[in-house]
């Protein structure tokens, strides 16, 4: 049966999300943490995990998880809704701020799935595109394009290209304009320290910040996310959103992780600096550009980008994200920082594939 008319007019031409895996023996496509998790952690997880019921339903809010996640904060409850990743926080956010007739501003080349879950809401999207060289942000272009709309998508550091968001451009867009402002922390844990806008949330309630469990806390099989915002933001996605979303192994585990986050740092810090590690083994090579970032991910420019991503994959098993389609990123791949042995081998690759393409 062709259900293709059938389908709501706005949903027709969508395919299913393909991140393109393939099995290999080093996979930095994702950015992933791929480091183990601390024995001290893992301990307090299977413990949790022991402890949970599995024959009741969820909390339906994940109170005790909010609770957990507002102390980190300094926030309350009423400030933090958890959802099933980072993503369906963004899709109910779209579903209950956006629709037709109704604005959405992003500054691509961006996470696709912003423009992807406002076209399934039936939003505009305005983008206002970053510089090719550096991929800043012109403040005046994104005021004059958010004067009217219903939201702003900002991502900080920015999923692909790793730079961070100036702090006054998020503070000049509350005070000039009526957007409600969402800023995308997802890789917030990998940059300096102070590089977070939470702070501001106190004295804007249009402001939303959105953090996840996936990248520094190494559970992105988890999936578990989480919208800080005002109270009326929070009320108003716990409305819409599908109920027991976040299950209670997803819950106990958040929980666990959570409350031992201490015992994270010193696997972000090497993070951090295997990122800086791998910059810099990527600027010796042949043709490479690569830029800075404060995520766990860098972006490099690689002539014949395509086909050096299919031989790091056929000839080494080591996958890594192709952006040569995605417009302003011609040639460019997404590396994530793996541990120093995977970082290892995928530089071995890279220097063995690019010498031979030279």
């Known amino acids: 049966m062709d259900v293709s008319d059938r389908l709501r007019p706005a ?16 996979n930095l496509s994702a950015n992933e943490n791929t480091h183990e998790l601390p024995g001290e952690l893992r301990a307090a997880i299977n413990a949790a995990l022991l402890a949970t019921p599995l024959n009741r339903y969820p909390d ?7 609770d957990a996640l507002a102390a980190r904060h300094g926030l309350a409850r009423e400030n933090i809704c ?25 500054c691509p080349p961006d996470f ?3 423009a992807n879950f406002a076209a399934m ?10 510089s090719p060289d550096d991929f800043s942000i012109d403040a005046d272009a994104l005021l004059a394009a958010a004067g009217d709309a219903a939201l702003v998508i900002l991502t900080s550091p920015n999923n692909p290209t790793g730079d961070l968001l100036d702090r006054a ?14 800023v995308d922390e997802a890789y917030v844990e990998f940059a300096p320290k102070g590089a977070s806008v939470m702070d501001l949330l106190p004295r804007n309630p249009r ?13 992105a099989g988890v999936r578990v996310g989480y919208l800080a915002a005002d109270p009326a933001v929070v009320d108003a996605l716990g409305a819409v959103r599908q109920i027991y979303s976040v299950d209670v192994e997803a819950q106990a585990v958040a929980l666990a992780a959570v409350r031992h986050r201490d015992a994270l740092a010193p696997v972000v810090a090497d993070i951090v600096s295997e990122r800086e590690r791998l910059f810099a083994g990527l ?41 040569s389609a995605t417009l302003g990123l011609e040639d460019c791949l997404r590396l994530s920082v793996g541990t120093r042995e995977e970082n290892d081998v995928l530089l071995d690759a890279l220097s063995v594939i690019l010498r031979e393409e030279a």
């Open 283 to 323: 600027t010796e090579l042949p043709g490479v550009h690569v830029w800075p970032s404060a995520a766990n991910f860098v972006l490099a420019r690689v002539p014949g980008a395509a086909e050096v991503r299919r031989r790091l994959r056929d000839e080494h098993s080591v996958l890594v994200r192709d952006f």
């Open 121 to 130: 809401c039936e939003c505009e999207v305005t983008p206002v595109w970053r």
């Open 112 to 114: 696709s799935e912003y």
């Open 169 to 182: 451009l998020v503070e000049r867009l509350l005070e000039r304009t009526n957007a409600l402002v969402l």
């Open 60 to 66: 339906p809010m994940a109170n005790e998880l909010r």
């Open 82 to 106: 958890v959802g099933n990743g980072g993503d369906e926080l963004l899709f109910n956010l779209l579903f209950a701020f956006g629709g037709p007739g109704r604005r959405v501003v992003s």
């Open 11 to 26: 949903l027709r031409g969508f395919e299913p999300y393909d991140p393109a895996f393939s099995p290999c023996r080093v």
């Open 207 to 219: 402001l939303m910040v959105l953090r996840t469990l996936s990248k520094a806390f190494g559970l």
